[in-house]
């Protein structure tokens, strides 16, 4: 299988090609330069494999939750790539991805993962490892103030992205116990890719119209009191 995906939710912009089980990833933290950054990586990867865009299977994204101008850059590039070579499209819950992260590179295997959502809270899941080796979510997401996020069971528990860097004291309370964590790492494509693979093997594609954004957060700008 051949598979490209994108990563532009948080401050970190990735794009990775998963070629029949070897990933080649472009990762860099420019906020603001996503757009601009973006379709560069994927024709890098393309081009330094010998590939076209038609050579594809399919194509994957971070669909949030995350910066709404991040989410949106992802969409609209995934789904024009998608639209011009009929390519089916996997969207990857960019929490999972961050999480899926934590075992890939440290061998997490029970992962709390928490993005900024800004004005004091946090887009927030908790994933355990799954039959497949990958980690699957254990409940819903959502968006919540840290001293209101869903309780896990038991320990063993890790915790990884930015809203563990940024409410790190308040989760711990609220939790009832220092959880070790890694406050700064942000998603990245070569995850998305990794967890969009089973998704396109079992036929879970969805076509370019449907690869949408999740945002959690219904009131995406707040009005001023």
């Known amino acids: 299988m051949k598979l490209i995906a994108l990563e532009t939710a948080t401050e970190a912009c990735s794009a990775a090609l998963y070629n029949d089980g070897e990933t080649v990833e472009r990762y860099t933290v420019q906020p603001r330069r996503h757009a601009d950054l973006i379709l560069e990586m994927v024709n890098d990867l393309l081009s330094e494999a010998g590939l076209k865009l038609r050579d594809l299977d399919a194509l994957a994204f971070g669909r949030g939750p995350g910066a709404f101008t991040g989410v949106r850059i992802a969409v609209g590039v995934v789904q024009g790539l998608a639209f011009g070579a009929d390519l089916p499209v996997a969207p990857i ?120 954004p999740v945002y959690l957060r219904d009131q995406v700008v707040r009005k001023p009191a």
């Not at 899926?100 to 355990?128: C, K, P, S």
């Not at 964590?181 to 594609?205: H, K």
């Open 93 to 212: 819950s960019t929490l999972q991805g961050l999480a899926q992260g934590a075992l890939h590179e440290e061998g997490h295997t029970r992962v709390l993962a928490a993005i900024d959502a800004r004005m004091g809270e946090v887009y927030w899941g908790a994933f355990t490892q799954g039959s497949a080796g990958l980690l699957e979510p254990t409940g819903g997401e959502g968006v919540y103030k840290p001293e209101a996020v869903p309780l896990p069971d038991e320990n063993g528990w890790f915790g990884v992205g930015t809203g563990w860097g940024s409410y790190a004291e308040a989760l711990a309370r609220h939790l009832g116990r220092d959880i070790p964590n890694d406050g700064g790492r942000l998603p990245r494509a070569r995850d998305i890719a990794a967890l969009a693979v089973p998704v396109i093997e079992r036929g879970g594609g969805v076509p370019a119209e449907k690869a949408l």
